[in-house]
């Protein structure tokens, strides 16, 4: 495309400057407008066939040129357009360009490079313009959800910013990253969430792509299997997302804005008890423990204390872009700024960005051109804790609405906040429950509305990120360029908690401040040959070397026992206990890379690729490794056999074969590593240090190699278009941090050890299902199926994961032929029964079933229950993922649905394993009361209440199908008419309605199927529901213009 757009200017140059030596010649004039929205086309491209020579339209589609007597045909061209084709008859001629269907010539990116689709060998999915622009996001990964078959996003949390977890073609890695990595205009960024944070602040981390405007975006494509992520060896193993910025044009400059302002509300609340229904359930639950009943009239309670409505509120969000972009011949721009505010559905929750990007392109000489992409950003957060940790009193907020009992009021009479351990007698008055043995119930956690109001947890980002890239033709066919790029990052977050909030005498009030600088700077250099030798033989090729740095400096402060609280964080050092702490971590990767595309006749295409990667993190004697690919392509209807076909309109074979790796871990994983410990001798503290990880000289990477076999067809004159793609991807040598032997003085060892794959099929469909003067309907599906399986394990039984839930530990479980991420517990086998024979009930023998409580299946028949009763009961994974998008234009009306959807995987719902415990200390579910066991009513799916019976085993009773359906966008838009618009100077004006997430069809009882307790970063957590941030429904009022 850039040198397209060179070319062009040449060609414009050339015009002008002869047009005074011809003297016979005579001037056409007219207006290209779009055949889909009637709308003049600006910029679009009028040459004169058989000539350089051309101009381009004006922001009204307007264009005049000068044809000589011998020139008789001019073209009309503009990208994703039909070219058209025109004899000159008379002196106005206005052009109507229909979009272009196929795509076969449409560019795409693949990694130092670009290629027509026609000519690619590998597996990659692409958005570009018209797909992004349609869509209103806050975040640039967004884009990708549902719209590129093979990719699988997860919204982790729907706190303001929060992250997500991106899965190309599965999960490949259990201790390193599966994220893909990111290539931002050329510059590899940092896309690990974690590294948005310091990691102080409540709640989950801030997502990686939240500093970039997503209205700066010009497109992505998605790289898949290994020989399209080979060129970027030992970091392309989990995919790699390339996205282009929009850049300047020679030309008058064109200006947009767009603006939008909604409202957020939560997609969905739980069915509490109410204040009279939890009375009455407390006087049941302490009845059925021997306890007194406490409330004489529960119905004096009434509804009581809503704690989800006083937690979620309506949220404001709005959005501003502006953009300007122009240029000459020799220097071209594109500036932008954009401002982002959201307000969070939780209270104490929000999120503002600004950004502002500057694109220049600079025409030094004829061969030599420099270009220079600049974005900065800042971000300011507000969070709580919404991440599901179980410490007293630090439960996620969300989780604290479903405990806390509706009798409480968030504010006393006395105007104080309600504490911890409180519960509410008879005649409406506070009693503490630590004090008063008489009350056993109530939940230990503190007021959620009361943690927003006087503690503070809050955070700041600045993100700079620049790439200058010089380009020097050095010959017709030898194309140098070297690039020097940078993404800086430094994170300020602050924590104050208050002593006021609970009546244990320990509680101390504590105040952290963190911050942290980390710097990614990357060197590249490629050399690119490209020649076609007899009309037939094209040859593609480059070779490169890339050098990158990568350090992470931070420094912390903590301090307790504040003597007056007024500073908060602003003066730590008021504290009685300070405590400083600071880092410093350094990486270094050293690459020589190249790739070579040959074509023969545009039918047959062969690619190589290999990369040589040397990472200091890795052991002494595995530092370095090299990736290769190759892939071949063949253009089955460019053959004479397909001439007269009537079917195709395209048929191309792509199969593949690469090795890429995986170096996703700690700078220092290889070394052996000590850590801070005190020892008593006589009494007396010995501070020191003890070893705590193994070194590992032989540590390498995970290495994936991944097959595939595409097929890119088209049909009725390439009005429908559909891709299927087969792979097979092998992951072996796993980084696992491993237990070792007491005897060695260390407690792990991060070593390689076992295999891991995944198999799938995708196909994506791109359709134009009606084209009129006045309608049109388009349609695209992207439909993805993969399976995991853990195929080695290093010859160990299993692996015990999913630590520290809500006190559950080892919730999931790594086996051979297992998946990654399965969960694992007991099999419920309903309630016990009055009329059971209990003693023969296999049961725990540290305890004495009786009628209403849940009993377990025996698997091994042993006639007891105990840990080796459990076996596999879900997997977070789903088989199936989708996505359909329907746009429809009618006149100057437009409208876009987009569906999105999984199918095949499971969510524990830990929210469950408190709110039906029926205890007598957590509020509970309308429907589990209502369908608790009673005599009078024998269920078999939940349990009695008593209070302080026993806590329940983790099983299958808690997980649910995770599958669901939604309605992710639509969205309404009108364009005022060119015709209203003409004395107003606007080129174009479009008024919009968009709604998100209206819909969702789920079988799953919880609030939102979209989660993670473990985040991002988290391989081993997923699937799990504990007070997640739930996701929001979303109404906005848009408008766009240009001029």
């Known amino acids: 495309m850039k040198l397209k757009i060179l070319s062009l200017l040449i060609l414009i140059f050339i015009v002008f400057g002869n047009l005074t030596a011809y003297s016979q010649s005579r001037t056409v004039k007219g207006i290209v407008t779009s055949g889909s929205t009637n709308f003049p086309l600006a910029f679009a491209n009028v040459s004169i066939k058989y000539t350089p020579y051309g101009v381009s339209t004006n922001f009204d589609g307007s264009y005049e040129i000068r044809l000589q007597e011998s020139e008789t045909t001019l073209i009309f061209s503009y990208q994703g357009f039909k070219t058209q084709e025109v004899v000159v008859t008379k002196s106005e001629i206005n052009i109507v360009l229909q979009e272009d269907i196929t795509k076969l010539d449409e560019v795409v990116l693949i990694g130092y490079g670009s290629s027509s689709r026609k000519d690619l060998t590998g597996s990659i999915g692409s958005l570009k313009s018209k797909d992004l622009d349609a869509v209103r996001v806050t975040s640039v990964d967004e884009f990708v959800q549902g719209r590129v078959s093979g990719v699988v996003l997860t919204q982790t949390s729907g706190q303001p910013g929060g992250a997500s977890s991106i899965r190309i073609r599965g999960t490949s890695s259990i201790l390193a990253g599966n994220e893909p990595l990111y290539v931002i205009d050329g510059v590899i960024v940092e896309s690990s969430n974690s590294m948005q944070s310091s990691g102080i602040a409540d709640g989950p981390p801030i997502n990686a792509m939240s500093n970039i405007n997503p209205a700066d975006i010009k497109s992505i494509d998605v790289l898949k299997d290994a020989s399209a992520t080979a060129i970027y060896g030992s970091r392309g193993a989990s995919g790699v997302i390339i996205i282009k910025t929009k850049r300047g044009h020679n030309g008058e400059v064109k200006v947009d804005f767009d603006s939008y302002l909604g409202v957020q509300t939560v997609n969905k609340k739980l069915k509490l008890l109410n204040g009279a229904q939890f009375a009455h359930y407390i006087n049941e639950a302490n009845y059925n423990a021997g306890m007194p ?18 937690l979620f509120r309506e949220a404001i969000i709005q959005n501003y872009n502006f953009s300007a972009r122009g240029g000459n011949e020799n220097v071209k721009y594109a500036l932008s700024g954009s401002y982002l505010g959201q307000e969070g559905v939780v209270q104490g929750t929000d999120f503002n960005r600004m950004s502002f990007r500057a694109n220049l392109d600079f025409k030094l000489s004829e061969n030599v051109s420099l270009e220079n992409t600049a974005n900065i950003s800042r971000i300011n957060f507000n969070t709580v804790n919404t991440e599901g940790s179980t410490g007293l009193g630090r439960g996620s907020f969300v989780s604290r609405t479903y405990d806390f009992s509706p009798l409480l009021p968030v504010v006393t009479e006395n105007g104080d906040y309600t504490k911890a351990n409180y519960m509410v007698d008879n005649n409406g008055s506070f009693v503490n429950t630590i004090e008063n043995s008489n009350f056993v119930g109530g939940t230990a956690l503190v007021n959620p509305l009361a943690e927003i109001a006087l503690n503070e947890s809050k955070g700041k980002n600045t993100r700079l990120m620049n790439n200058l890239v ?16 940078v993404d800086l990052l430094f994170n300020d977050e602050s924590v104050f908690r208050t002593v006021q909030l609970d009546f244990s005498p320990s509680r101390q009030a504590n105040a952290l401040r963190a911050k942290q600088l980390s710097s990614n700077w990357v060197n590249e250099s490629t050399l690119r040959y490209t020649n076609t030798f007899n009309n037939k033989h094209n040859l593609n090729s480059f070779v490169g070397f890339s050098a990158q740095q990568f350090e992470v400096d931070n420094l912390s402060g903590i301090a307790l026992g504040f003597p007056v609280e007024n500073f908060g964080t602003d003066n730590i050092g008021l504290g009685e206990q300070p405590t400083i702490g600071s880092g410093l971590t350094k990486s270094a990767l050293l690459s020589y890379f190249g790739r070579a595309s040959y074509t023969y006749a545009g039918k047959y295409i062969i690619t190589l690729t290999g990369r040589y990667d040397g990472f200091s993190g890795f052991g002494e004697n595995n530092k370095y490794e090299f990736f290769p690919s190759a892939a071949l ?43 801070k410990s005190i020892h008593y001798f006589g009494g007396e503290p010995a501070p020191g240090f003890i070893p705590s990880s193994a070194a590992n000289a032989d540590l390498k990477w995970e290495v994936s190699q991944q097959y595939n076999a595409g097929l890119d067809m088209s049909f009725f004159d390439s009005k429908l278009g559909i891709t299927i793609d087969v792979y097979n991807k092998k992951t072996e040598d796993l980084l696992l941090n491993l237990p070792t032997p007491l005897q060695t003085g260390y407690s792990i060892a991060t070593i390689n050890a076992g295999n891991v794959e995944n198999r799938g099929i995708e196909a994506s469909l791109d359709g134009k299902i009606f084209t009129g003067e006045q309608f049109e309907w388009s349609a695209n599906v992207a439909v993805s199926y993969n399976e995991n399986e853990i195929t080695n394990l290093a010859g160990l039984d299993q692996i015990s994961t999913g630590a520290g839930v809500n006190v559950i530990d080892g919730w999931q479980r790594l086996v051979e032929g297992g998946e990654i991420g399965a969960f694992f517990g007991y099999v419920s086998d309903g309630i016990a029964q009055l009329d059971d024979n209990i003693s023969s009930i296999p049961h725990f023998l540290t305890e004495t079933l009786v009628p209403g409580e849940r009993k377990y299946k025996d698997l091994n028949g042993d006639g007891v229950i105990n840990a080796d009763d459990r076996t596999f009961i879900g997997n977070p994974n789903p088989e199936y993922s989708f996505g359909i998008s329907n746009t429809f234009r009618y006149k100057a009306f437009d409208l876009n649905l987009f569906i999105q959807g999984v199918y095949g995987n499971e969510i524990v719902n830990f929210n469950r394993y408190n709110i039906e415990a029926l205890d007598g200390r957590s509020n509970v579910t309308l429907e589990a009361f209502s369908n608790r066991w009673t005599p009078n009513n024998p269920s078999n799916t939940f349990t009695r209440a008593a209070t302080g019976q026993r806590v329940a085993r983790f099983s299958d009773h808690f997980v649910e199908d995770g599958s669901y359906l939604r309605l992710k966008s639509i969205t309404l838009g009108y364009s005022v008419p060119a015709s209203y618009m003409t004395k107003t100077g606007i080129n174009r004006m479009r008024f919009y309605v968009t ?16 989660v993670s307790v473990g985040g991002q970063d988290n391989n081993l957590s997923a699937g799990g529901d504990f007070g997640s941030y739930p996701s929001t429904q979303t109404l906005l009022f848009g408008l766009n213009f240009n001029f």
């Open 293 to 310: 009943r406490l409330y004489t009239d529960p119905t004096a309670f009434g509804e009581g204390t809503d704690w989800q409505d006083e």
């Open 633 to 675: 392509a063949w253009n089955i209807s460019d053959e004479g056999f397909m001439e007269d076909s009537s079917v195709f309109s395209h048929l191309k074979l792509r199969l593949g074969y690469g090795e890429v790796g995986n170096s996703a871990l700690g700078a220092y994983s290889s070394l052996s590593r000590y850590r």
């Open 470 to 485: 010089l380009k020097w033709e050095l010959r017709k066919n030898l194309h140098f360029k070297s690039s020097l790029g």
């Open 995 to 1010: 709604g998100k997430n209206l819909f969702t069809l789920s079988d799953y009882s919880g609030v939102d199927p979209e």
